[in-house]
Structures are given as C-alpha cells and as structure tokens.
C-alpha cells in the first residue's frame, strides 16, 4: 500500500481537501492510504468560487472576502503559513518537515493551490540540501498550484539588492508599475512577484509588505521562484494537474510551477473544470492512470537512492 500525504489550500482544512480529493481516492483505494494535515496557521474561510476581481492570487491576500468555502464546512480554516517572506516560508516548510519525520514515511504527496505551492518549495528545499539522499517523497500529484517561495534569503539575492539599490521609477511605484526599464531577470523577478499584491490592491486590501521597495527591506521581499531564474528541478515524478476554467493569472503562476519540474518526469493534464480537484469520470480515469504510472516510477527511482532510515537525513 502506499502512504500519501495530502495538503489542502489556503483557508481550507484537512476535512475539506479529503472531501475535495474523493472522486480519486475512491478509486485509488485500497491501493492508496491518505493521510491529511491541517496547516499550522488558523484563518478565515477561504474563497471557493472566483472571479476577475480576485485576479487568481487571493491566496496572497490576508483579506476577509465576500466569497468563501461552502458555508456547510464550519471550519476552523487554516493556512501553512502567515505569509511569504523568506522567515515565513521556512517557518512553514520546518512544519512540513517535522510532520513528515514523525508520520511518515510517504510514499507520495497530494497537493491543492497553496499545499501544492507548499510540496514544491520543500521538495526544493529538501534536494537543495540533500544532495544524494532519499527524497521526502517517491511521488507528487499538484492540483492548481500557485506561486512556490525560496526560504533562502540568498536566493535571487543579487536581483533583489540591485532592486532595492536603486531609485527605479517601476520599483517607486510598485506592483502597478511597467518594468521595462531594468535588466530580463529583474524584469522576470518583479513582474512574476507584481500580481501578488496586485491582487490584492483590486479587492481593497494593502500590507505593510507591499512597501518593502520603497522601504529598502531586503527580508520583506518574497522570493517567488520562476524556472527561467533557477536551474533547480523537481527530480521526482510528478502528475501536473489544471482547470481549463481556472482565471488566467491563476493559470500562468500554476504554469510557472510546472516549469520547476523536471519535464522529462512530469505529466500534465488540462481538466475542464476551474480552481479545484477534477470530477468528471473522464478526468478521474485518465489522472488514476497517470498517478499509479508515477507511483511506480517514483518506487524505481527511490531503490537508487535508498537510504535505509526511510527519513532524509537534514
């Protein structure tokens, strides 16, 4: 049997992600045992339904919004993290971490939207520093993944402090700046990073982090990674899942993940549904073919780097 850890979006749960994910794991059973984890942070219920005002990056925002989880889940809700600097980002991944050491092994991981941004960053993390040991897991299915963050305050570190050194007229302005006037990479770091709080400007709500430009505080800068900056690959199997229906901002920062993947090892599949875990029996059938085809892979590969505490060594 294979063990699958499964992650849920921003102000979800664990209760919600397992009803999310039945129309799979019905079929999967007995074959596979799921295992949920409820993120660490409590939050308000998350949006469930999306439009063009959200721009597809409320999970970015911390703002109270109109739209939610269908008002029969009760809550609590959580998040993995509180947000998305660099501190933020390895609070929440040191989580992860901790979880999947003292309840796993995992064979394989399931991940929605901000879990699926969450699996990539601590596959990463972990073969960043991990060179040559097993991997966490043998396996990753992502449904809808948003943006993935770099805990490493070096990561882009050069972009980021000529960013934050000069008086760039986009930067004084930013997120709703033109930014043609600086170098490809910074130009790529910064409109990649934009849309987060653009997103958050339309439905009203401003942080403090937003200024962190034009208050020259290199930690507040998230580092959201783009495959174009990094040669960093995912180096597992790994099923890629999207919604046809999804809002085009949301789409483009699920594509930039899939770029992360090694795409020699990836499969992709295009629902017809929007932001969520597809339903239609056609779906269903095809993504079970592409996850036991993964699972078995991911098992050959992990036998060539089998370490025998089953744990990755940190």
Same mark, same amino acid.
């Given at each position: 049997?294979?063990?699958?850890?499964?992650?849920? +979006?921003?102000?979800?749960?664990?209760?919600?992600?397992?009803?999310?994910?039945?129309?799979?794991?019905? $079929?999967?059973? *007995?074959?596979?045992?799921?295992?949920?984890?409820?993120?660490?942070?409590?939050?308000?219920?998350?949006?469930?339904?999306?439009?063009?005002?959200?721009?597809?990056?409320? $999970?970015?925002?911390?703002?109270?919004?109109? @739209? +939610?989880?269908?008002?029969?889940?009760? +809550?609590?809700?959580?998040?993995?993290?509180?947000?998305?600097?660099?501190?933020?980002?390895?609070?929440?991944?040191?989580?992860?971490?901790?979880?999947?050491? $003292? &309840?796993?092994?995992?064979?394989?991981?399931?991940?929605?939207?901000?879990?699926?941004?969450?699996?990539?960053?601590?596959?990463? /993390?972990?073969?960043?520093?991990?060179?040559?040991?097993?991997?966490?897991?043998?396996?990753?299915?992502?449904?809808?993944?948003?943006?993935?963050?770099?805990? #490493?305050?070096?990561?882009?570190? #050069?972009?980021? $402090?000529? @960013?934050?050194?000069?008086?760039?007229?986009?930067? %004084?302005?930013?997120?709703?700046?033109?930014?043609?006037?600086?170098?490809?990479?910074?130009? !790529?770091?910064?409109?990649?990073?934009?849309?987060?709080?653009?997103?958050?400007?339309?439905?009203?709500?401003?942080?403090?982090? !937003?200024?962190?430009?034009?208050?020259?505080?290199?930690?507040?800068?998230?580092?959201?990674?783009? &495959? #174009?900056? =990094?040669?960093?690959?995912? =180096?597992?199997?790994?099923?890629?899942?999207?919604?046809?229906?999804?809002?085009?901002?949301?789409?483009? %920062? #699920?594509?930039?993940?899939? +770029?992360?993947?090694?795409?020699?090892?990836?499969?992709?599949?295009?629902?017809?549904?929007?932001?969520?875990? *597809?339903?239609? @029996?056609? /779906?269903?059938?095809?993504?079970?073919?592409?996850?036991?085809?993964?699972? !078995?892979?991911?098992?050959?590969? &992990?036998?060539?780097?089998?370490?025998?505490?089953?744990?990755? %060594?940190?």
């Amino acid at each position: 049997m294979k063990i699958v850890l499964a992650l849920h +979006g921003i102000g979800s749960s664990a209760e919600i992600v397992k009803d999310q994910l039945v129309p799979l794991t019905r $079929e999967l059973s *007995p074959r596979y045992e799921f295992v949920y984890l409820d993120g660490a942070v409590e939050r308000e219920r998350g949006p469930g339904e999306f439009d063009d005002r959200y721009v597809g990056f409320y $999970e970015f925002s911390f703002a109270n919004t109109p @739209l +939610g989880i269908a008002s029969y889940y009760l +809550g609590p809700f959580y998040s993995y993290t509180t947000g998305y600097m660099t501190a933020e980002i390895r609070e929440a991944l040191d989580n992860l971490d901790q979880f999947v050491r $003292e &309840h796993g092994p995992f064979h394989g991981v399931f991940s929605f939207s901000q879990g699926a941004s969450m699996a990539v960053s601590y596959l990463l /993390d972990c073969q960043a520093h991990e060179s040559g040991t097993k991997l966490p897991f043998e396996f990753a299915v992502l449904f809808s993944s948003v943006s993935a963050f770099s805990p #490493s305050k070096t990561c882009y570190g #050069s972009i980021v $402090e000529h @960013l934050l050194g000069r008086d760039f007229r986009a930067i %004084q302005a930013f997120p709703e700046a033109e930014f043609n006037e600086l170098t490809k990479s910074e130009q !790529i770091f910064a409109e990649n990073l934009a849309p987060m709080f653009t997103g958050a400007k339309k439905m009203g709500s401003f942080t403090e982090s !937003i200024n962190f430009f034009k208050q020259r505080n290199q930690e507040a800068v998230p580092r959201v990674l783009h &495959h #174009s900056l =990094t040669q960093d690959r995912i =180096t597992i199997p790994t099923v890629y899942v999207n919604g046809k229906g999804d809002p085009p901002a949301m789409s483009a %920062q #699920s594509r930039l993940v899939c +770029g992360l993947c090694d795409q020699s090892l990836a499969r992709v599949h295009h629902h017809s549904g929007g932001h969520g875990v *597809p339903t239609e @029996l056609f /779906d269903v059938k095809t993504l079970i073919k592409m996850i036991d085809r993964a699972s !078995i892979e991911g098992a050959d590969r &992990h036998v060539l780097h089998q370490d025998p505490t089953g744990i990755p %060594q940190r």
